[in-house]
């Protein structure tokens, strides 16, 4: 082992202990740093620090997510007056000792300035309940002593810093609204010490509950009325675009709490967790649709209204956030987050646990929970360094934000479509018999970095299973965007020789089973109100039938007709409709399987084995159709590209004349 690489071993194994700890620091949040010496790339030995880069996480982080700096070049600053972000950004990523590396934290100088070789800097709840209230520094003297030193907010920069710097004599650093610093040389001594203090506060806190029993719980909200509720508020807010709702009851007592307004109007327990779920969330007390309407709107406009009244300190380049909440707390039902994907409305939620657990903590133990000021918290939520980490995530893809139902999804041409709309980012709910298949879908969306889907096993000719397909959508993911009605099977024999029995499998699966969905779609998508699209998956045997294939062609071709009255329907919602024509697709199909390959053969005179390259030669292109080509066409009639289309018929067959549309 290289001793000079003894110390950052030591970090990152501290860290990524606090990081498994979520009551001390979530999501990129707290920073520790080590000291020690290395020899650079021309032999000589530099004294350095390791401090964790700036948006990465200590649960799991490793090495290169702590980058060393040249100690000697950061000390030398603290001598300077003051200093604007933009010159200390600059000056601290000069003393990279690799330019590439990670950016440094924000609060680099200020493990710089303190003379110990290990500093841990968490943002723990216990520490942000000793502080967050008027009494905040009386408080913490009790709980803490005199060893720890009191510092009311300042925003991370460099006059925090040379404060920080300048209370290296006491044993720590409280920091009100952000946290808690200290140091020790010896790194396992550093984590306990940041432990012991941790767990102080929390005992001082538990001591001091004025209302230590849980309060008066509401009704649960029933089902359906939740359902309206999601479908509602999504709709709302996803007029700036859409996102994903998640329910979590963890905040159950925090929503049922009788002072509910006052724990949201104590905003972030700590500045950091505003970056990710805004200076406050939204209290939705009263659940009727105008009133969630009203709830929202009040909302943004008074985001709006902070955002003006502090416009002369909006950094250049920067314009205001999308206004909208991030979090609601309902009663009797916990929190409704929002993001891109539902790990996305997780975080948020992992984050407003801890943040409105904090201030309800605060109300039932020392008083009312006191927020930064209104100035501070803009310093704050626009300070460039704090964006920087917003900057580090990837661009939204086409589909973020967005629900979509796929049925017949485990194989064929609906898998095909279930990943592709998954690499655009797309949330899916995915149906089928084939419980198997439906789980190797569902792992290769995740295995390449997808949304987690959610699969649902069931016969969609089945009216129940339909109802429960919307339902999940709706509890999973707030609500739909997008319906893609895949499911079907090929059924053979002339006029003369079919059974009632498979005319009907013919028509139920094929046709009823995607009237039904038609119907519980729309309904959910007009109570949600922002539109949709339907995209029915048909095929070129709605136009151009083939004999000894009339149960199929039938079905089809109602399918189509279904798709044109769901789009005169549906436009003045908003809701397209429309649909495309598949022909002879058959890579990862099981509709060839149970002998309609070769009946289909024997149908037009050739061997099994010949099938794919005739329907290949008989279409004008001379191609062969491939579920990446039907999912292409999909995925354009569910998006924004299409946004003018509805009742059409986009045919995916090669070019067959037979079948054209018009």
């Given amino acids: ?8 071993r030591q970090l990152v194994d501290r860290s990524n202990r606090i990081g498994d700890d979520a009551s001390l620091v979530v999501y990129g949040g707290g920073n520790t740093s080590a000291k020690g010496r290395v020899v650079d790339h021309l032999g000589r030995e530099q004294q ?19 980058p060393a700096l040249r100690l000697a070049e950061l000390t030398a600053l603290r001598d300077r007056g003051e200093m604007t972000d933009e010159e200390m950004t600059d000056l601290v990523t000069r003393a990279l000792m690799d330019p590439g590396a990670r950016r440094p934290s924000i609060e680099t100088l200020l493990h710089a300035f303190l003379p110990f070789t290990h500093i841990d800097h968490v943002h723990a709840d216990a520490i942000c309940a000793l502080t967050n209230h008027a009494e905040g520094a009386r408080v913490t003297r009790e709980a803490l002593g005199d060893g720890f030193a009191y510092v009311d907010w ?40 940041t432990i012991d203090v941790v767990e102080a506060a929390r ?13 008066p719980r509401h009704d649960d909200m029933p089902v359906e009325e939740l359902e309206t509720l999601l479908l509602h508020l999504r709709g709302v807010l996803s007029h700036s675009g859409h996102r994903v709702l998640r329910v979590d009851d963890r905040l159950r007592e925090v929503a049922d709490h009788p002072q509910l307004d006052t724990i949201v109007a104590g905003g972030v327990s700590s500045a950091d967790h505003m970056l990710r779920i805004k200076p406050l969330s939204v209290a939705l007390s009263d659940t009727g649709p105008e009133k969630v309407s009203r709830a929202v709107e009040e909302y943004t406009s008074a985001y709006e209204s902070y955002v003006q009244r502090n416009a002369d300190s909006m950094p250049e380049g920067y314009s205001g956030h999308d206004p909208m909440p991030r979090v609601a707390l309902v009663p009797g039902v916990g929190a409704i987050t929002t993001g891109q994907n539902a790990s996305d409305a997780k975080v948020a939620a992992d984050i407003a646990v ?4 904090v201030a309800r903590t605060v109300l039932d133990s020392f008083g009312e929970p006191e927020p930064l000021s209104d100035v501070e918290t803009f310093r704050f939520d626009y300070l460039p360094m704090e964006l920087y980490k917003l900057s580090l995530k990837p661009a939204p893809a086409e589909f973020a934000g967005r629900v979509a139902i796929v049925t017949g999804a485990a194989a064929g041409i609906g898998r095909g479509i279930a990943l592709s709309l998954a690499r655009s980012g797309c949330s899916l709910v995915l149906a089928d018999l084939d419980a198997s298949g439906l789980d190797e879908v569902a792992s290769t969306i995740i295995d390449a970095g997808g949304p987690e889907p959610v699969t649902l096993t069931g016969d969609q000719s089945d009216s129940s299973v339909v109802r429960s397909t919307v339902a999940t959508a709706i509890r999973h993911f707030g609500g739909l965007d997008g319906v893609v009605m895949n499911a079907g ?9 079919l059974t009632d029995e498979k005319w009907r ?10 009237f039904a969905l038609t119907r519980e779609s729309m309904r959910a998508l007009q109570v949600q109100g922002i539109g949709g699209s339907l995209v029915f998956v048909a095929s070129k045997n709605s136009f151009s039938p083939g004999a000894n294939f009339g149960a199929y062609s039938v079905s089809k071709a109602g399918m189509v007709q279904l798709m044109r009255i769901a789009a005169l329907e549906g436009g003045k919602s908003g809701i397209r409709s429309n649909a495309v024509n598949p022909d002879a697709v058959f890579d990862n199909s099981r509709l060839w399987d149970s002998g309609l390959r070769e009946e289909r053969a024997a149908a037009h005179g050739i061997a099994p084995d010949q099938l794919e390259d005739f329907y290949a030669s008989r279409n004008i292109l001379k191609r062969r159709v491939t579920t990446a080509d039907v999912a292409a066409s999909v995925e354009f009639l569910l998006s924004d590209r299409s946004s003018r289309t509805t009742g059409s018929v986009m045919t995916v067959d090669g070019g067959v004349a037979g079948a054209f549309p018009r």
């Fill in 154 to 193: 300042i925003r991370p920069g460099f006059e925090l810093s040379k404060i920080v710097g300048d209370l290296a004599h006491y044993e720590g650093v409280v920091l009100a609204h952000h946290g808690l610093v200290t140091w020790a040389e010896d790194s396992n001594e550093c984590f306990q010490r």
């Fill in 489 to 497: 099977i090929g059924v053979t024999g002339s006029l003369a020789e």
């Fill in 505 to 514: 499998a013919a028509l139920d699966i094929n046709l009823t089973s995607a």
């Fill in 48 to 66: 350095v620090m390791w401090v964790k880069g700036s948006g990465a996480d200590m649960r799991g982080s490793i090495e290169t997510d702590y």
């Fill in 1 to 8: 082992m290289n001793d000079h690489l003894t110390p950052l």
């Fill in 203 to 215: 005992a001082f806190v538990a001591e001091h509950s004025i209302n230590p029993g849980p309060p």
């Fill in 354 to 357: 801890h943040t409105h657990g």
